[in-house]
């Protein structure tokens, strides 16, 4: 996992100090830094650039209007703007199509990626935002208020390069574009690298591209302002953008494919939920197994929905890393898929389970175990589902084992696993009171559960102001919630919902 991650790491690193390092080099040894004077190529190439800006706009903008959030209609309004102005810039560069002199060519570029950036990096940063709300409710007339002004300026311009200036800067121009260069790579870098984190989460190529759009574009930047125009570190910012831009088109088009439309392709490009993230590019193979838990026990959907949930969030808290908490999350929603070899007259029992029915129920971990293995995609969830029933004093099961000998990722399991056990209503007993379940699991902590992680458990649980009240409990009761996999129930009324607010607060702070 270490290795993937620094290769992942070093991936995103290569494009961005890349292109950077071919600019200093370039500007550092003016003999390598050759004329190529070619009109057509660059009129091609901004072309190229802005059909693909304009591909991603139409798509985002489709989906925005679907989903209604104000985050894609801003990111629809930049790759407008990258586009409409972009291919402006194309169309008034000097010399091309008989255009006389002017500065516009220039001034379309620069105004083209800080409105990208400025746009893409408010989406980012405050598109959450109650006051941003209404934008989502209205993409329609948000988006062609950005649009007709552009196609206006640009068709007046082209038309014209002299007006507005045309043929002489402006007050501060030089200062205003110095401004603007490094006030957008301060945006893009961190904006490519909030994506750069969904994507390791999600493995979703729509994430991947935007970080390396939001990178190669702070590059171009750089480049487009201190290269030298026609010579190679003045192409290289073409290069650069024509990759970020043509990389996002093809991902969205290729993603939308696998998907039903392309909201839902989209609609998690800003997600900020770690389990949400890690959802969106499930395994066919999880998808399968939890499609069947779903037929053979709805009830054990939800509950281990709400697992995965909660061992997440105290992945993040004990500062796991993007590879480890996916398998967590996977693991964990998987981690009862051993009931589909147990009898339903067992399974669906309306009761305590005698010792004959318990010693068939214990064998869910290793028919779990058995079924995900089949899936070689499920490979490191296996200890998961093999031994959440472990205990730390070595008496649960399958094997008995004890403290660290239990894998990591098990024993968060086993403490999610039992709080939804406790506050989830039983055909036996009503779900009980979250305080009531702290002071059980706080009893079982260093005998049954991972003491770090019922630690962790309860910080989440006090920043919502539940806490333990310290009062004797049946050690019985524990022992029944951590070995109770048979009998359907119904989601509580508060469950993981119960300390969702501190969930939000973790996923917004979440850190690889």
């Known amino acids: 996992m270490l290795s993937r991650k620094l290769t992942q790491h070093r991936l995103l690193l290569g494009l961005l100090l890349g292109p950077l390092a071919i600019l200093i ?57 990258v586009g409409i102005l972009l291919l402006g810039h194309g169309l008034t560069t000097p010399d091309t199509l008989g255009q006389p002199a002017n500065l516009w060519g220039s001034r379309f570029s620069y105004l083209a990626l800080t409105l990208f950036s400025l746009l893409l990096g408010t989406a980012s940063v405050f598109g959450s935002k109650p006051a941003l709300q209404p934008l989502g409710r209205h993409a329609g007339p948000v988006l062609v208020g950005v649009t007709v002004p552009l196609v206006i300026l640009v068709t007046a311009v082209v038309v014209d390069p002299t007006i507005l200036r045309g043929t002489s800067s402006l007050h501060h121009e030089s200062t205003l574009k110095s401004v603007a260069a490094f006030g957008s790579t301060a945006v893009l870098l961190p904006v490519s690298w909030s994506y750069w984190r969904r994507f390791r989460l999600s493995l979703d190529i729509v994430h991947a591209s935007l970080a390396i759009a939001g990178a190669t574009t702070a590059v171009a930047f750089m480049s487009m302002h201190f290269g030298e125009p026609w010579r190679l570190s003045w192409w290289d910012y073409h290069g650069c953008l024509l990759a970020g831009f043509a990389g996002v088109a093809y991902a969205v088009i290729s993603r939308r494919r696998s998907a039903t439309t392309a909201a839902a392709v989209l609609e998690h490009a800003f997600e900020d939920d770690p389990m949400a993230l890690i959802a969106t590019n499930y395994p066919e193979a999880l998808r399968t197994l939890v499609d069947a838990i779903e037929v053979k026990d709805a009830y054990t959907s939800g509950h281990s929905a709400r697992t995965a949930a909660l061992a997440v969030a105290i992945g993040v808290r004990m500062g796991l890393d993007a590879d480890t908490l996916r398998t967590l999350a996977q693991g964990a929603y ?106 059980h699991i706080v009893e079982g902590a260093g005998t049954h559960l991972d003491l770090r992680a019922v630690a962790v458990l309860l910080d989440i649980a006090a920043e919502s102001g539940i806490t333990p009240s310290n009062t004797p409990v049946d050690p019985s009761a524990l022992v029944d919630a951590a070995g109770d996999c048979h009998d359907a129930g119904a989601a509580p009324a508060g469950g993981i919902e119960l300390i969702k607010p501190v969930l939000d607060r973790l996923v917004r702070t979440a850190s690889d």
């Open 334 to 439: 998987l981690h009862d898929i051993g009931k589909l070899g147990i009898p339903d007259e067992i399974l669906n029992k309306p009761g305590r389970l005698d010792d004959a029915e318990r010693k068939v129920i214990n064998n869910h971990p290793q028919i779990g175990c058995d079924i995900a293995a089949a899936h070689h995609v499920l490979e490191p969830c296996l200890p998961i589902i093999r031994h959440h029933h472990e205990r730390i004093d070595g008496t649960g099961y399958p094997d008995g084992l004890h403290g660290h000998d239990i894998p990591l990722l098990a024993r968060i399991t086993a403490v999610a696993d039992v709080w939804d056990a406790l506050v989830t209503d039983r055909a036996y007993r009503p779900g009980w009171e979250p305080q009531q379940a702290l002071d």
């Open 25 to 81: 080099t370039l500007r550092l040894i003016p003999p390598l830094d050759l004329e190529f004077f070619a009109l057509t190529v660059h009129l091609v190439l901004m072309t190229a650039i802005a059909i693909c800006s304009l591909v991603v706009a139409v798509v985002v903008a489709r989906a925005s209007m679907a989903v209604r959030q104000p985050r894609l209609v801003l990111m629809a309004a930049a790759c407008v703007a």
